[in-house]
């Protein structure tokens, strides 16, 4: 009998990433409406301190493999430990976020399990006791709803998509001792990113295209630091060379939904658009009054970015101090 | 010698303006352009260096699709590679990701490789799926999202990319990896070797040739199916924000983000 609903989560520094508590929140909602018990399993070295907020959204169970070879991520180890767990407790739905590396994480499990997997879902819905999945396709132009078969049913929801809710619950820990499979990736080095926050998961966007005219983008990254979110760009400023290409937004790099996304300086190619379409709120700033950008922000200012920008910053900063 | 096999997708041209068929369930294709799925020329790119590196060896294009991904085979082709192999199956006509690469594992094992390259996602279906259950199915490590690869004995060194920054992995071969923009920038395919391309050797197969049953592969066998397709809701005209000076307008702006967005 398979019962209940599993979300796995993911930790950075041993702390949660925001797209755990956005996953743990729609846990909560199905597991309300199918009358089922929610469980969140850590995976990591010393997350028993963290594994304790799950309760505050929504988490029944947690379920904590804490051990020294766990501080990394390794796909082998992960996936194998995953496996035992469902295939022992054969939860009817299991949650991850579509970050990269659960990407490749649900896969292997939907592989293993012989189950279908819907990836960067924008919505899920139940029909009867089946998971419906919402997923943007064909660089965000169409809106594709999926039906999953199989045991379990294996959901990836895209960061900032779906609402963090606190909804107290017992949260009853339980430690699992694991054997620790072996791995067949060795991990030589690790290169922390320079960013602060990650693209996907960050609430404000500014992106800068070839419009910024050279590497120079400090302009932008002063909007970003007053509105507490993160610098992405073009294909073209990438391929120019002045950002790194993870940094990209696009058809071809990040698909981002921050609740704000300003873009200056950026024409609106399609390829471009299939990126950013679907943030909150689109502000685009750009000389030119007939760029195709226009026809997707919500609001537009048609101007020099070197000028209007730096005034957009100022004015947040004078807001931020006064309140 | 190296043998390095190409994932290869056929998919519409990003430019491209897509249409729901009658029934609602899929795009419709008639008018389409279709182009070579971006990351795989990436992962075209990276097998013809591999090879080239090495002195030896030889890249084998993979597909499955119908009769029209041969022209994006061919584009490999005529970038370098040296063979191409497309699986065409009436029961294939609309394979679900894991369905697809079961097909492709199963294929696998009729080809000799060393290593496997795949694009990290297809623009069209953007399932980002089919390479890591294609390495389940084989038993190889996968390594996502590479920016950067060496290949030393029997081992593969690559730096992946990471949800914050990336990290150095190596793994033995065979391997599969995925590609990210940043690898390498890919060759155009020269006249001459469009010309020469036309000659490669270039092969269908059908389920029945890979040894499968087609019972097995068509609809009902499918995990997943997309039963509605729908265009996103249209956002409201663009409200543009004037003001005499740049500093009007930004005033402008940041009243209405608070006032009427609510995103300050
Ligand atoms: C297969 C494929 C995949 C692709 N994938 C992506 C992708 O993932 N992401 C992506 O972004 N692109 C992608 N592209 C490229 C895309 O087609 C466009 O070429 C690109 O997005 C254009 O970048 P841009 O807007 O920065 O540059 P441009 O199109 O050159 O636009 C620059 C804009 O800046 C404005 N401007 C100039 N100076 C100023 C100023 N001082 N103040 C204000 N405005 C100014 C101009 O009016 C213009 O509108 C892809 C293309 C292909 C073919
Ligand atoms: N039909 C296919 N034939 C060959 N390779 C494919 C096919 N579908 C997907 N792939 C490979 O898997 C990658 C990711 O595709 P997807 O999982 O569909 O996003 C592609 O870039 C290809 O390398």
Redesign the interface.
């Known amino acids: 009998m398979s019962d209940g609903i599993l979300v796995v989560t993911e930790t950075?520094d041993k702390k949660f990433?925001k797209s755990t508590y956005e996953v743990l929140s729609e846990g909560r909602r199905l597991a309300d409406q199918l009358n089922t018990p929610l469980s969140a399993v850590v995976l990591g070295i010393d997350v028993l301190a963290a594994a304790d907020e799950l309760r505050h959204y929504g988490a029944d169970r947690v379920l904590v493999c804490d051990a020294l070879e766990l501080a990394d991520?390794d796909?082998?180890r992960f996936t194998l430990i995953l496996y035992d767990i469902i295939t022992a407790r054969q939860p009817k739905i299991v949650l991850f976020g579509?970050?990269?590396?659960d990407?490749?994480l649900s896969?292997?499990l939907?592989?293993?399990l012989?189950?279908?997997?819907?990836?960067?879902c924008a919505g899920l819905a139940l029909e009867g006791d089946n998971l419906i999945a919402t997923?943007?396709?064909?660089?965000?132009?169409?809106?594709?709803?999926?039906?999953?078969?199989?045991t379990p049913q294996i959901a990836a929801l895209r960061p900032n998509f779906f609402p963090a809710t606190i909804a107290e619950k017992a949260g009853e820990i339980e430690r699992i001792d694991v054997q620790l499979p072996p791995t067949?990736?060795?991990?030589?080095?690790?290169?922390?990113?320079s960013?602060k926050l990650?693209l996907?998961e960050a609430d404000v966007v500014v992106s800068g295209g070839r419009g910024m005219g050279g590497p120079d983008f400090s302009v932008l990254e002063s909007l970003a630091g007053v509105?507490g979110g993160v610098v992405g760009a073009t294909r073209s400023a990438?391929d120019e060379g002045w950002r790194?290409?993870?940094d990209?937004v696009g058809?071809?790099?990040k698909?981002v939904s921050p609740?704000?996304y300003v873009a200056c300086g950026i024409s609106g190619a399609?390829?471009h658009i299939?990126g950013m379409?679907?943030s909150?709120?689109?502000?685009?700033v750009n000389k030119d009054p007939d760029a195709p950008i226009?026809?997707?922000?919500?609001?537009?200012?048609?101007?020099?970015l070197y000028?209007?920008v730096p005034?957009?910053s100022?004015?947040?900063q004078k807001?931020n101090e006064t309140r | 010698m190296m043998n390095v096999v190409v994932l290869l997708k056929q998919v519409?041209d990003?430019?491209s303006l897509?249409e729901?068929n009658a029934e609602a369930s899929d795009?419709q294709t008639d008018n389409l352009k279709w182009i070579m799925n971006?990351?795989d020329e990436l992962a075209v790119e990276e097998g013809i260096r591999i090879r080239e590196k090495m002195g030896n060896g030889k890249v084998t294009v993979l597909s499955l699709g119908p009769e029209r991904a041969t022209a994006a085979i061919r584009t490999a082709l005529a970038m370098g590679a040296d063979e191409g192999v497309l699986i065409n199956d009436p029961a294939l006509e609309k394979p679900?990701p894991?369905t697809t690469?079961k097909v492709l594992a199963a294929a696998l094992k009729a080809v000799p490789f060393d290593l496997i390259i795949a694009g990290q996602r297809a623009?069209?279906?953007?399932?980002?799926?089919v390479p890591?259950?294609v390495a389940?199915?084989l038993g190889i490590?996968?390594?996502?999202?590479v920016?950067r690869q060496e290949i030393t004995g029997g081992k593969i060194?690559c730096?992946l990319?990471?949800?914050?920054?990336?990290?150095?992995?190596?793994?033995?071969l065979p391997a599969l990896l995925t590609t990210?923009?940043?690898l390498n920038q890919p060759r155009y395919a020269s006249l001459p070797n469009i010309m020469k391309a036309k000659k490669k050797p270039l092969e269908t197969k059908s389920l029945a040739a890979l040894g499968l049953d087609a019972a097995q592969f068509g609809s009902a066998a499918?995990?997943?199916?997309?039963?509605?397709?729908?265009?996103?809701p249209k956002?409201?005209v663009?409200?543009?924000?004037s003001g005499k000076t740049?500093?009007e307008?930004?005033?402008a702006?940041?009243q209405?983000?608070?006032e009427e967005?609510g995103?300050?």
């Open positions: 950075a990433r991520f796909s082998d579509a970050s990269i590396r990407k490749q896969t292997r939907a592989t293993k012989d189950t279908g997997l819907a990836m960067e997923r943007l396709m064909y660089g965000s132009k169409l809106i594709a709803k999926v039906a999953l078969e199989g067949r990736i060795r991990l030589i080095e690790k290169k922390p990113g960013a990650d996907t509105l990438v790194p290409h993870a990209q058809q071809t790099g698909v609740k704000l399609i390829q299939a379409s679907s909150g709120c689109i502000v685009a226009f026809r997707y922000a919500d609001y537009g200012i048609v101007g020099n000028e209007v005034e957009i100022r004015e947040i807001r | 519409p990003t430019e897509i729901i795009i971006p990351y679900d894991l690469a623009v069209d279906d953007d399932s980002y799926l890591s259950a389940e199915y490590p996968m390594l996502g999202m920016v060194r730096e990319s990471l949800q914050d920054g990336t990290a150095v992995v190596e793994a033995d990210q923009r940043g499918l995990k997943t199916r997309i039963f509605s397709l729908v265009f996103p956002r409201k663009c409200k543009m924000i740049a500093e307008k930004a005033a702006l940041v209405t983000l608070r967005a995103v300050l």
